[in-house]
Antibody
Framework: QLQLQESGPGLVKPSETLSLSCSVS??????????WSWIRQPPGKGLEWIGS???????NYSPSLKSRVTISVDRSKNQFSLKVTSVTAADTAVYYC?????????????????WGQGTLVTVSS | QSALTQPASVSGSPGQSITISCTGT?????????VSWYQQHPGKAPKLIIY???NRPSGISNRFSGSKSGNTASLTISGLQAEDEADYYC???????????FGGGTKLTVL
């Protein structure tokens, strides 16, 4: 059974870079049928898609975060990562990694399953 | 503001049925059968309960069902149980600048 696990610092200072990794176990990150995604949820609020990456390294980001976000994949480690630069308090959230079903080509991103357990990142000095 | 519109809250008594709506546009829900629904209990990760409008993943109770009409998708939970009390989110593929949109979430209270 595929499992995802986020890891990274739980506290980041304002203006610095948030870095998280997602380890994938029970399956290969190189499969052609899926995108590997990051989603966040500010405390008490809803879900926000951050971006996704295909196994060949192609990426797609939320327009609202595109200038500050980088998602990368390390196939040798079967993991993918997220970097968000110049963070502010508004970036405080639970960050989830998830696998997204891929409908054919052209970035038709479908349902997210499974999800990691999530990791709370707080931006504070 | 979320791209998909859900009611903030719904409630029902045990054994009853409830429906949660998810209203989008012709750029997402109205044109694609790529709507999914997630259940999220407090402090837990979201869990997929419906995909492609009306399909249930393995292990999901048949008390959960999904449908779509025009620009609005719906999640129906029949035979409400206390364990169904949770937040529910819809999501859809969209042909706009961002390929994925979520609804704002609906808090289900089982009375």
């Amino acid at each position: 059974q595929l499992q995802l696990q986020e890891s990274g610092p739980g506290l980041v200072k304002p203006s610095e870079t948030l870095s998280l990794s997602c380890s994938v176990s029970g399956g290969s990150i190189s499969t052609s049928s899926y995108y590997w995604s990051w989603i966040r949820q500010p405390p008490g609020k809803g879900l926000e898609w951050i971006g996704s990456i295909y196994s060949n390294g192609d990426t797609n980001y939320s327009p609202s975060l595109k200038s500050r976000v980088t998602i990368s994949v390390d196939r040798s480690k079967n993991q993918f990562s997220l970097k968000v630069t110049s963070v502010t308090a508004a970036d405080t959230a639970v960050y989830y990694c998830a696998r997204a079903y891929r409908y054919g080509s052209g970035w038709k991103i479908g349902y997210f399953d499974p999800w990691g357990q999530g990791t709370l990142v707080t931006v504070s000095s | 503001q979320s791209a998909l519109t859900q009611p903030a809250s719904v409630s029902g008594s045990p054994g009853q049925s409830i429906t949660i709506s998810c209203t989008g546009t012709s750029s997402d829900v109205g044109s694609y059968n790529y709507v999914s629904w997630y259940q999220q209990h407090p402090g837990k990760a979201p869990k997929l309960i419906i995909y492609d409008v009306s399909n249930r993943p393995s292990g999901i109770s048949n008390r959960f069902s999904g449908s779509k009409s025009g620009n609005t998708a719906s999640l129906t939970i029949s035979g409400l149980q206390a364990e169904d009390e949770a937040d529910y989110y819809c999501s859809s593929y969209t042909s706009t600048s961002s390929p994925v949109v979520f609804g704002g979430g609906t808090k289900l209270t089982v009375l």
